[in-house]
């Protein structure tokens, strides 16, 4: 065995290997960019070397500055984590020419497999099903449209070395892959270094269900169940789950024995995984295509280890160093249920803009299991595993991947694990940019996932008009009313008991009107009872003036909310959503409807940077006409390219930016007359 390995990557999957390798006695070896030099994964580490500056292309890309790292330290063999060079061919050669181990598969099933156009041929050879498509070259954009015409819309354009949602559109129209392809032949070199693009038939209906699959270098291969990943927004995964609530044992069977057979066809070992594109629309379940095999570990590996017990980042040592698998098919089983929300730096309810900046608050919620069942005075849930490599404080850095943490919980149902998701995300302390929290959570609640009923399509069709929070039902409207009387209340009474400064103390009102959208509510807070419109509520709570998040027991049911004061009552985060409650004490409530409204000013005529990113290109110029929907500008933030689109009808008054500046979110690009 290895007494000390090298992790070529950064974040959450370095602190991941680290830990694995910790517990096996092998010592670990961080590199770290600039931006990364006080990062836990830094931190964690037996040793760690600084490797460049903050760009990839500077440091976590370049092989040469990896192996000088091993040469310095003796590490004797490199995990690569996933990205960056975890399915390069020439990282993994070069690393052999060293006598330094790689840990991953054989560099002729990279060759073979990383290689979105290869692989479909070899599959193809080898009798799998592949989906309709175009498997070459393609020249230009005229030669695009040709091809896409011929194949019948909608079809999608992927970069041939792609991977992680990036480089990929989908195009309905001719009109859709001349404004498209372009930017995936940009996105394919920018982040892969290879702008080749293949076009395929778009399956209608598509579920993405991938086979985790784990070989060694004795020729032994297994398949570990398969996960849902149905569930993406631009390509890229939100939702990850295992098993799969639509795949059968039958079904399950044949795509493991397929993926096997392919597998063992290229020679591989270690960790990988064969993913899937399954028609929806086929009630038999046997519509499943061959979609692409990523030659690494998946960010989502973690449900996997949950249902079945086995840690996939030690097996990948264990093989590297020429072990054998000591379990077989039979010894695989499937216990219970996990599910992984991808907890990004995004804000749905600006459209999913990326943001940067810091982490002003960052606390997780902790596993009621491992943990004593509390945190900073917090209640634990059981079943809980957060992966993160991020600490309160630090940055989230346009250079990287917007995923700040995956949060990942296990049940024994999959209504248990997606239960435990809700309460988890209500206890998830996150301040200082946007995220996806309250969007992931009104996910879990969306009838449609409690039904399994998923395809690729689920966001856009769940949610065509953007994210505006889950919808709050009537019960929870009762619950947030209770506890805004109970906290108002609460702070009223310790403003009365401030020492000397009233001359006669002043009790607390006790009657209160809440107001949660156009819905008011009364409640009446007695010492030992709380009524909300006549009716009794049980409400359990500590609340201390100041707490910014309530763990509260109301009608028999645990609640997690995030509390903040506004002048005219409190802001309150929980189940999804964000509810702007107004309390007063009745007897001056009625004076509210006196207050002037303020309207926001119309900036429909200005064309405004959505987040900060590298403005890659500008479509018109002073004088120009421009019609709605058209596309005006495209920025470039997180390695993801956004088209930006005229709001409104006009002509182009002022210019206020050029193609390759950095631009800050909120910043004017143009003006409409």
Not at 193 to 198: E, I
């Amino acid at each position: 065995m290895f007494k000390k390995i090298l992790i070529a990557n950064r974040g959450e999957i370095a602190c991941r290997v680290i830990k694995t390798a910790r517990r096996m006695g092998i010592q670990t070896v961080a590199v770290y960019s600039d931006a990364d030099a006080r990062a836990p994964f830094v931190q964690m580490a037996d040793e760690a070397v600084h490797i460049g500056p903050a760009p990839a292309a500077q440091s976590y890309l370049i092989a040469d500055k990896i192996i000088a790292a091993c040469k310095q330290t003796g590490a004797e063999a490199v995990h690569p984590g996933y990205g960056f060079l975890s399915e390069r061919t020439s990282f993994a050669e070069a690393l052999a020419a060293e006598g330094i181990e790689f840990i991953g598969p054989p560099v002729n099933a990279i060759a073979a497999m990383g290689d979105k156009i290869e692989s479909k041929k070899l599959a193809k050879e080898a009798g799998v099903n592949v989906v309709p498509g175009y498997v070459g070259e393609i020249d230009d954009t005229e030669h695009a449209v040709r091809i896409s015409n011929e194949i019948g819309y909608p079809v999608m354009m992927k970069a041939s070395a792609g991977g992680g949602g990036k480089g990929m559109r989908l195009a309905y129209s001719e009109k859709d892959v001349r404004e498209g392809f372009e930017s995936v032949k940009r996105e394919g070199l920018n982040s892969f270094g290879d702008d080749r693009v293949f076009i395929e038939k778009f399956i209608l209906n598509p579920r993405h269900i991938e086979i985790q699959i784990l070989g060694d270098k004795h020729g032994n291969v297994l398949y570990l169940n398969e996960r849902e990943c149905s569930i993406q927004r631009r390509h890229q995964k939100v939702v990850e789950e295992a098993p799969s609530p639509f795949v059968t044992d039958k079904m399950r069977k044949a795509m493991g024995e397929q993926c096997v057979a392919l597998s063992k066809a290229v020679g591989y070992y270690s960790a990988g995984t064969v993913e899937l594109i399954v028609s929806g629309a086929d009630p038999t379940g046997e519509s499943f295509y061959f979609l692409e095999m990523n030659t690494r570990l998946q960010v989502e590996h973690p449900v996997t280890e949950c249902i079945t017990g086995v840690d996939l980042v030690e097996q990948m040592i264990r093989v590297a160093a020429g072990e054998k698998l000591e379990m077989t098919q039979d010894d695989v089983k499937i216990d219970g249920w996990a599910i992984e929300n991808r907890v990004y730096a995004e804000d749905p309810y600006r459209g999913f803009l990326p943001s940067t900046g810091r982490l002003v608050r960052y606390q997780p919620p902790v596993d009621g299991w491992t943990d004593d069942g509390a945190a900073n005075g917090r209640r634990g849930i059981d079943g809980v595993r957060v992966d993160d490599g991020v600490y309160e404080g630090g940055e989230v850095s346009m250079f990287y991947d917007p995923m700040i943490a995956k949060l990942i919980t296990w049940g024994e149902t999959r209504d248990e694990a997606a239960d435990k998701q809700i309460a988890a995300l209500d206890a998830f302390e996150l301040e200082g940019l946007g995220h996806n929290i309250d969007f992931v959570s009104a996910i879990m609640q969306h009838p449609r996932f409690r039904s399994g009923e998923l395809t690729t399509g689920f966001i856009a069709e769940e949610y065509p008009e953007g994210f505006h929070g889950a919808p709050a039902s009537d019960e929870l409207k009762v619950k947030l009313a209770s506890v805004a009387g109970f906290v108002a209340a609460a702070r009223a009474d310790r403003a009365r008991r401030v020492d000397g400064q009233l001359a006669t103390p002043l009790d607390p009102p006790a009657e209160w009107t809440v107001t949660i959208g156009k819905e008011a509510f009364e409640v009446v807070i007695d010492e030992d009872m709380v009524t909300v419109n006549g009716a009794e509520v049980e409400l359990e709570l500590e609340y201390t003036p100041g707490d910014r998040f309530i763990d509260a027991e109301v009608d028999g049911e645990d609640i997690t909310i995030k509390v903040e004061p506004t002048r005219t009552g409190f802001k309150m985060t929980t189940r999804g959503a964000i509810h702007q409650i107004t309390c007063l004490p009745t007897s001056i409530a009625a004076l509210s409807k006196h207050m002037i409204e303020k309207i926001p000013p119309d900036l429909s005529r200005f064309l405004i940077c959505p987040m900060p990113g590298l403005l890659v290109s500008l479509n018109v110029s002073e004088g120009d006409k421009v019609e709605i929907g058209q596309p005006l500008a495209v920025v470039e933030a997180m390695k993801m390219e956004n088209i930006l689109r005229a709001e409104k009808a006009g002509t182009v008054k002022s210019v206020s930016a050029k193609a390759g500046e950095s631009l800050a979110v909120d910043a004017i690009i143009l003006e409409l007359e």
